[in-house]
């Protein structure tokens, strides 16, 4: 009797060992997306390149080679990823691209403002005199800022000042404590004062101030306060408004329960846990209104001096020292240039400072949540 005896045979190579080629896997390479893009926007580079040299543009469009780079990249990855991978993956990868050029279209008009501002307002930025004179007796050359980045530190904390605290009381109020015709009444009026032009709070700071002091003619530094306040006090007020309404109602009952008055919990329960978007809310107010013209020309007047005192004279800010500067140019015109663009760039640095300074505040006042 003899007994078969089986020999081992090797197992079929998978097709999974060693490498596959992703195009023949159905799928695209990794990263093909990113070099698509690049490869995108550097043969829309080749056209303006072209149309420059030809003589048909001035100069070579860095917005458009962006823009219609993106556009190119959207039709590219659609049609190579129907060919490779299909028309599920296709679209799926086309609604990607667009939401990728709408992030992108939406950030060039951002990223043009500023490198157009850094490139024309850092020669008279740089200057020594830019930060430590005025424009007292000044006509051509030199000069500086200085009294228009006192008047608006001043006017826009003293607007801040007065804003903050009406427009906190006001949201605890409406969240808290509002019920019936008192509170929609206020909700409404808040919403109509989001809206209203700039103009109309300064005609109004002027109209008031005209009549109260009997001065056709008046102008000072806290009128304009009183005028930035008008436009910061709907924001303040519905920024902290809906920042409150976050607050969960389980820690207002929870308090309520250890026999704790309402506001106490409102002091030490409600604010502090929505304290970050409160201060977020506010340093928005103040990016709101620290780049308005119309109510401070009206106002505030414009001056080529210093002054500190907010009840007397006119007083310069920042945007009213950029329109002056271009409006009212003198002989050497390319010197009130330089300075209108130096002072733009000085209130975007002020800005970003100011919302660099808001996320510091709420990184650190915001309440730390463990387990």
């Avoid at 296709?90 to 050029?101: H, I």
């Avoid at 490139?119 to 800022?145: K, Y």
């Avoid at 109509?192 to 109209?207: E, K, R």
């Avoid at 506001?263 to 809310?281: H, Q, R």
């Amino acid at each position: 009797m003899t007994t078969a005896t089986s020999t081992p045979t090797s197992p079929a190579p998978s097709p999974t060992n060693g490498l596959s080629n992703s195009l023949t896997a159905g799928k695209l390479p990794k990263r093909s997306s990113l070099w698509i893009l690049l490869g995108s926007w550097f043969a829309t580079g080749l056209v303006f390149a072209v149309l420059q040299l030809s003589g048909a543009t001035s100069g070579f469009n860095i917005a458009g080679t962006l823009f219609f780079g993106t556009v190119l990249y959207c039709f590219a990855i659609y049609l190579l990823s129907l060919f490779v991978e299909g028309s599920r993956k296709a679209k799926d990868r086309l609604v990607t691209a667009l939401v990728t050029s709408a992030f992108v279209v939406a950030l060039l008009p951002l990223a043009s403002l500023i490198y157009t501002t850094v490139v024309n307002g850092l020669p008279a930025f740089l200057t020594p005199t830019f930060f430590t004179e005025s424009q007292r007796n000044i006509v051509g050359e030199g000069g500086g800022a200085l009294h228009a980045i006192v008047g608006t530190l001043l006017i826009t904390g003293v607007a801040t000042l007065i804003s903050v605290p009406i427009g906190l009381l006001a949201a605890i109020y409406l969240t808290e404590y509002g019920r019936g015709r008192l509170a929609r009444g206020i909700t409404f009026f808040v919403d109509v004062m989001t809206g209203i032009p700039s103009i109309v709070a300064g005609l109004f700071a002027f109209a008031l101030f005209s009549l109260l002091f009997n001065d056709p003619g008046i102008r000072f530094g806290f009128g304009g306060a009183i005028a930035l306040s008008v436009l910061m006090i709907p924001v303040v007020v519905r920024s902290s408004e809906e920042m409150l309404k976050l607050v969960p109602n389980e820690l207002r009952e929870a308090a309520f329960a250890l026999g704790v008055p309402k506001y106490l919990t409102i002091l030490k329960v409600v604010l502090p846990t929505s304290i970050a978007g409160i201060v977020t809310g506010v340093m928005i107010s103040i990016a709101r209104v620290i780049g308005e013209t119309a109510p401070l020309l009206i106002i505030s007047g414009f001056t080529a001096s210093m002054n500190y005192n907010l009840f007397s004279e006119r007083m310069m800010t920042l945007p009213v020292f950029v329109y002056t500067q271009y409006a009212n140019q003198g002989a050497d015109t390319q010197a009130y240039i330089d300075r209108a663009w130096a002072g733009a760039l000085t209130l975007i640095l002020i800005v970003m400072l100011l919302n660099g300074l808001a996320r510091l505040i709420a990184k650190i006042f915001s309440p730390k949540l463990g387990r």
